[in-house]
Nanobody, 114 residues
């Protein structure tokens, strides 16, 4: 399985910001839809944001609309999730995924304190 490596998680106060990154190999990154999911303790993994291969279509969970932004850098083969105005309910493990091949990263922990 190809590697997806997330980074950028951490501890932040409510109202703060974080930017998550997901590095992938060019072979799998180019032209493929990619997404961010998160898993909150005791709940099912949920889709946070998704972006098409060309980057021209993006969708978000209702709970993060207006606060999170997904993007991709085709030169760095990296997926990003910019998270602003973070809330305690955003706390969880965030995963980068490539749905076409069902590839998942190991996740990065985001903790938002109130």
């Amino acid at each position: 399985q190809e590697q997806l490596v997330e980074s950028g998680g951490g501890l932040v106060q409510a109202g703060g910001s974080l930017r998550l990154s997901c590095a992938a190999s060019r072979r799998i990154f180019s032209g493929n839809t990619m997404a961010w999911y998160r898993q909150v303790s005791g709940k099912q993994r949920e889709l946070v944001a998704i972006i098409t291969g060309g980057g021209n279509e993006r969708r978000y969970a209702d709970s993060v609309k207006g606060r999170f932004s997904i993007s991709r850098d085709i030169y760095r083969n990296t997926l990003y999730l910019e998270m602003n105005n973070l809330k305690p309910e955003d706390t969880g493990v965030y995963y980068c995924t490539l749905p076409k091949f069902d590839y998942w990263g190991r996740g990065t922990q985001v903790t938002v304190s109130s």
